[in-house]
């Protein structure tokens, strides 16, 4: 497929560095926002997702810079995030399954979600979603190339489920602020 | 268990610097709280950081009485880890405090340290500290820089002032104070030390940006005269 092999090339333009040293930054995060919040698990689920958004905002930038993709439609961006923007900045690609009927919304699966890599959540957190910020980004991202849209956290191998699941619906195209010429 | 597994650089950066935002815009009016937080912060990395080194380099066993050892360590592989590069200098003054400079620290090379970008003309400040002037607690604007290093002329009511950056705070404060956010890596050199037992405080001091020095003490600084013992 055309996608994965330019998320590859994207990849190998990147900067990297070692995937453990990303994830154990995130999960001194989550654990300090737990903290902060005294246990408020529903706030940081609402707070990992805000930063993710902020990150998105500022990921779009690179991605477009060194992706070299083409997205018209919204179902072009499925395939963009899943096997580009998830190859590019994680290092590994998700699937797009699952689309409505309707065309406006989708499932990204992500079989080795590399931020859980030394998690585990016990039973009081059941109601965490650990990597939320991943859904932040995404809406942040899309956001900026004017698809405003509902990401959510559907399942989570964490949590016991049987795949990791995100949820993806637009709610609206944006328009460019100023695009209206002077007559 | 490390596969060799990679993400993008920036993503990590993106990371840390929202991080830092989200912990000081909670604790807007704690200074104390935000540099509380984001030291924990910084610790909890720094420990999580230091056991994978010690997992991949298992023959590095350290001695807890020998804590320089272990601050070589943070020099070299630690830093290499978490900020790219080594140190540039180490030394260590008389009271055994270690004193680690690194002329390029990573955080601060993308920030801006132009006062007139950090404080435009026209912002509203609040005065903070005593011994500035006036009141701690004046407010008034930014209308001019002086020529001294991160220095402002600030109008409050009847008066023009002269102040240091470090003891104003802006109203909307749209950028994070650098020293603010070093509480991060600071606690993260204390957090790498504390997972190979040696427990410290760190403190950093913004020379020329980028160039940062970590002041790093051990807990138990040996009195100056100890009995017989020769120290190197």
């Given at each position: 497929m055309q996608k994965a092999r330019q998320g590859e090339r994207a990849f190998e333009k990147m900067e990297k560095i070692s995937a453990e040293l990303f994830v154990v930054t995130y999960g001194s995060l989550v654990m300090q926002l737990l903290e902060d919040s005294e246990g408020k698990v529903e706030e940081v689920n609402n707070e990992l997702y805000s930063i993710g958004y902020k990150i998105g905002v500022r990921l779009i930038d690179e991605y477009l810079a060194k992706s070299q993709t083409q997205c018209r439609t919204f179902r072009d961006t499925a395939e963009a995030i899943a096997k580009v923007g998830f190859k590019m900045f994680l290092g590994v690609t998700a699937d797009v399954r699952n689309w409505a009927e309707d065309g406006s919304s989708y499932s990204l699966i992500i079989?080795?979600?590399?931020?859980?890599?030394?998690a585990d959540l016990p039973d009081n957190l059941?109601?965490?979603?650990?990597?939320n910020s991943l859904c932040g980004v995404i809406a942040g991202a899309l956001e900026m190339v004017l698809w405003k849209c509902k990401v959510q956290f559907h399942k989570d191998q964490l949590r016991g489920h049987d795949c990791t699941e995100i949820r993806v619906s637009l709610v609206e195209q944006l328009k460019e602020e100023f695009q209206q010429e002077d007559d | 268990m490390s596969q060799g597994k990679e993400v993008a650089e920036s993503l990590l950066d993106l990371l840390v610097t929202e991080a830092a935002y989200s912990i000081w815009r909670k604790h807007k009016d704690d200074k104390e709280a935000v540099a509380h937080s984001l030291e924990k912060l910084g610790f909890r990395i720094g420990v999580a950081m230091m056991e994978r080194l010690m997992k991949d380099k298992?023959?590095?066993?350290?001695?807890?009485?020998?804590p320089t050892d272990a601050i070589k360590l943070l020099c070299r592989d630690f830093w290499g880890l978490a900020f790219k590069k080594i140190t540039d200098r180490l030394r260590m003054n008389k009271q055994g405090i270690y004193i680690v400079l690194d002329k390029d620290f990573k955080w601060l090379?993308?920030?801006?340290?132009?006062v007139e970008e950090e404080y435009p003309l026209g912002s509203k400040v609040t005065i903070t500290g005593e011994?500035?002037?006036?009141?701690?607690g004046t407010k008034g604007t930014i209308i001019s820089y002086s020529a001294g290093h991160n220095t402002v002329e600030v109008e409050c009511e009847n008066q023009i002032v002269s102040v240091s950056t470090n003891n104003i705070m802006t109203d909307y404060p749209a950028r994070i104070n650098p020293k603010t956010l070093l509480h991060i890596p600071s606690g993260m050199l204390r957090g790498a030390l504390f997972a190979v037992d040696v427990p410290v405080t760190v403190e950093a001091t913004i020379l020329n940006p980028p160039s940062v020095e970590f002041t790093i003490a051990t807990r138990d600084l040996q009195p100056e005269?100890?009995?017989?013992s020769v120290r190197h």
């Open positions: 079989d080795d979600n590399p931020l859980t890599m030394f059941n109601n965490l979603w650990y990597s | 298992p023959i590095m066993a350290l001695q807890g009485e020998r090379r993308h920030i801006t340290h132009k011994g500035q002037g006036v009141p701690a005269c100890a009995e017989g």
